[in-house]
């Protein structure tokens, strides 16, 4: 009896280790086409993201194919000529709710901007009425949505078809008076140097209720959002305020009829190497991909669902199969234990530390992209990924060799940014001190001036005193320097001796603990 069962489960394992040689040596990378966005820009650079990944982790090839935007890409998805789109979710919410298209994932949001002249006394979205206003060019999202908002309020603009890069020399030469720009923060490079090239531009809001009207007429394609006070430049400041505007999401779709098993695999691809897509979508370097990547969706394909259920390979069914099956686990023992399979095995071991080994320098490599301005966030993402490699480790799923070379490296990076963050809190010191010298000098001929600064002056020390670069009692004697001048403006005298330290006076040996 015992012989037999012994015969048996040998059989089941040389059946299955039979099947899995077979069928992964059966099996050849598949290609898709994307249709994603401009040249250089965000969609395009976005698609080479998901091609990247894709490759290395299932072996799927993705095409990129450029395009004018989000318009131009569902009806390429539609007209069946290619497979996948990035697409802005206003702009495909129609065609979802029809049964035409289905998600994959989200993948970034989208806040409005409303890029304005200074000169053109334009305070807020409504100011716009009657304005030279840059709308997208034909086939871009940002075209559709600037469309779209312009309906929904009744605006009477004079309409320009420019291109992004045009609709900024036009900003520059007085032709636009503003132009909508709707992307994810941080992303667009060209942006971000527009607004600091250029002082005469400012970002302007919408206004609140009609922020409310459209997130409760359309809740699937519009959020409430914030682009943050200095999110494009710290200094000088840009923006100089928060701006209240819209926000819509930047969704990769399919088709229907695209099969289960290929949307699974670019799903997988996407959900595995989600912290790449941080760049794009800050939320997922330290939330919870699988939440993130279908938040909000209401018509998700079933290949996607499925690895979003299962948090799992979808090539790897097989193993979770037999995790469930006891006697195939024995018999596939035997197999491996008393054949040369084994070798085959170690040698398939091996090859999968290199390619972690590859895999981690190249997502330090891109780390490496938030060190210029957001170094906080680049150790944050290091030290996650050191984690994830110590728990491998533990797990059993990577070699000593390959985990030591690793951390090697994880802990390098940690080191460098520490260091570029310490020099950024020394530099943040010492421009909030030359702050303070200019105030006090401005107290004297112009104590109205001086007060606003002194405002400023408390939001820096705020921020220094929550992220540790100052002491309480150093931000007690600002505010004890505020009541001060509020004296002296309402006509209190300050005594001499009661002033603040010069920054000379500071720099030899003053007491501010700072």
Not at 24 to 40: D, E, F, H, N, Y
Not at 120 to 140: E, P, Q, T
Not at 295 to 305: D, E, T
Request: charged residues 20%.
């Amino acid at each position: 009896m015992l012989k037999l069962q012994f015969l048996s489960k040998l059989m089941m394992g040389c059946a299955v280790g039979v099947t899995l040689l077979t069928s992964g040596c059966a099996r050849s990378p598949k290609q898709v086409a994307l249709s994603s966005g401009t040249s250089q820009g965000y969609y395009s650079r976005l698609a080479e993201q998901i091609r990247s990944v894709t490759h290395h982790t299932v072996q799927l090839k993705v095409e990129n194919r450029e395009s004018q935007g989000s318009i131009e890409n569902l009806r390429r998805l539609l007209d069946r000529q290619v497979d996948f789109a990035l697409v802005q979710l206003d702009v495909v919410s129609n065609a979802m709710s029809q049964g035409k298209v289905q998600a994959v994932a989200i993948l970034a949001n989208e806040p409005i901007h409303i890029i304005a002249s200074k000169d053109a006394k334009i305070r807020s979205f409504s100011d716009l009425n009657n304005k030279r206003v840059g709308v997208g060019s034909s086939g871009s999202g940002i075209r559709y949505t600037s469309e779209y908002l312009i309906r929904a309020f009744n605006l009477k603009l004079q309409k320009d078809s420019s291109s992004f890069d045009e609709t900024f020399r036009k900003l520059s030469i007085r032709q636009l008076d503003a132009g909508f720009y709707v992307g994810t923060l941080g992303a667009s490079e060209r942006l971000r140097q527009e607004l600091i090239a250029n002082s005469s531009l400012q970002l302007v809001s919408i206004e609140p209720e009609r922020i409310n009207y459209l997130t409760n007429r359309d809740p699937g394609a519009y959020q409430s959002t914030t682009i943050p006070q200095g999110v494009y430049n710290p200094r000088p400041v840009i923006p100089s305020r928060d701006i209240s505007t819209l926000a819509t999401a930047t969704v990769l779709v399919t088709r229907p009829d695209v099969s289960t098993e290929t949307v699974g695999l670019l799903t997988w691809a996407i959900l595995y190497n989600s912290r790449r897509f941080s760049l794009f979508y800050p939320d997922l370097q330290t939330g919870e991909a699988r939440s993130l990547l279908q938040r909000n969706l209401l018509y998700v394909h079933p290949g996607a669902q499925n690895v979003y259920a299962e948090n799992a390979d979808p090539r790897n069914a097989w193993l979770r199969y037999l995790e469930a099956n006891s006697d195939l686990q024995a018999g596939l023992v035997i197999l491996f234990g008393t054949s040369g399979i084994g070798l085959i095995i170690q040698r398939w071991r091996r090859d999968r530390s290199k390619k972690f080994l590859l895999a981690t320098i190249t997502r330090t490599n891109e780390l490496k992209q938030f060190l210029p301005h957001n170094p906080q966030q680049a150790l944050e993402g290091i030290e996650d990924l050191s984690q994830e490699h110590r728990l491998m480790f533990i797990d059993g799923s990577i070699t000593s060799d390959a985990y030591e070379q690793v951390q090697h490296k994880t802990q390098t990076f940690a080191v460098q940014c520490r260091t570029i963050l310490e020099q950024q809190r020394k530099q943040f010191v010492l421009n909030t001190l030359l702050v303070l010298d200019d105030w006090q000098a401005s107290l004297q001929t112009d104590p109205q001036a001086a007060l606003q600064k002194l405002g400023y002056l408390k939001q820096q020390y705020r921020e220094m005193l929550i992220t540790d670069q100052v002491e309480v009692q150093a931000y007690i004697e600002l505010m004890e320097l505020t009541l001060l001048s509020v004296m002296t403006l309402s006509g209190t005298a300050i005594l001499p001796e009661m002033a603040s330290p010069s920054l000379e006076e500071r720099s030899e040996g003053s007491s501010t603990p700072v």
